[in-house]
């Protein structure tokens, strides 16, 4: 094979991804939502409670694990079922070691899909989903020398965007494993919470379920009066560094 074929066909081949990444691109933006708000709008609209939840999860007991995890894998990817409400339901149907063993896997899997996906689709593509100043100013975050530290705190403060630095992450310059162990070990003590009240609430440890309350809910207030300065002190990491 000449020089001149080798040029044809890496072209060729070039154009035929390019051609992939646009259907994968309509599909994701136009397609799942379609989906979602033709077919399965009745089923969205009442996830938005603990009871609501439980009885769909309870209408698939065998396959309840898988149902979690698909439900887990589609709220990171594309953030549309709550996903404190589904683990809440972990708690309850699993108890809170299994629970906590099936949140870890379908965050694994979900922020996997989700990095590779973004990796495959390129920055560009990310722009298109969520604007271009905001995904850069994430990925010089997790380009600069303390991302490791910023992907971290990113995933274990409540409230921070978390599933769009996946998809950050993925067009960014770090690399998988390091982001999946930060922001897997991240996620951890906010599904602890999640799945001891619903463990709770099997148990009708109503007491036990009020203090978690009052502490999620109060951490939660805490960090929206300070996310400004939470984001100052990421923003200083980053200068200082930079």
Not at 214 to 239: E, M, S, W
């Amino acid at each position: 094979m000449n020089e001149d074929e080798t040029r044809e066909r890496s072209l060729k081949w070039k154009k035929i991804l390019s051609v992939v990444k646009f259907i994968v691109l309509i599909i994701i933006l136009i397609g799942i939502p379609a989906y979602i708000l033709i077919f399965q709008r009745d089923v969205i609209a009442h996830f938005r409670s603990f009871n609501d939840v439980l009885n769909y999860m309870l209408k698939y007991k065998t396959e309840g694990i898988f149902v979690y995890f698909g439900a887990q894998i589609l709220q990171i990817m594309i953030s549309v079922l709550p996903g404190q409400v589904f683990q809440f339901v972990a708690g309850y149907m699993f108890g809170f070691w299994p629970g906590l063993l099936y949140s870890i896997i379908g965050a694994f899997l979900g922020s996997t899909i989700t990095y590779y996906l973004a990796k495959f689709l390129g920055e560009d593509a990310m722009h298109l989903f969520f604007g271009q100043e905001k995904m850069k100013y994430f990925i010089e975050r997790l380009n600069s020398k303390r991302a490791y530290i910023i992907v971290f705190l990113i995933y274990l403060i409540p409230g921070l965007p978390k599933d769009l630095v996946c998809y950050a992450a993925g067009v960014s310059d770090m690399k998988y494993k390091a982001f999946i162990i930060l922001s897997t070990v991240g996620r951890i003590p906010g599904m602890c919470g999640s799945l001891l009240f619903g463990a709770m609430y099997l148990q009708k440890s109503y007491v036990g379920m009020i203090i978690i309350a009052c502490v999620v809910t109060v951490a939660l207030i805490l960090c929206f009066i300070i996310r400004k300065r939470l984001q100052g002190v990421i923003d200083r990491i980053y200068n200082k560094i930079s």
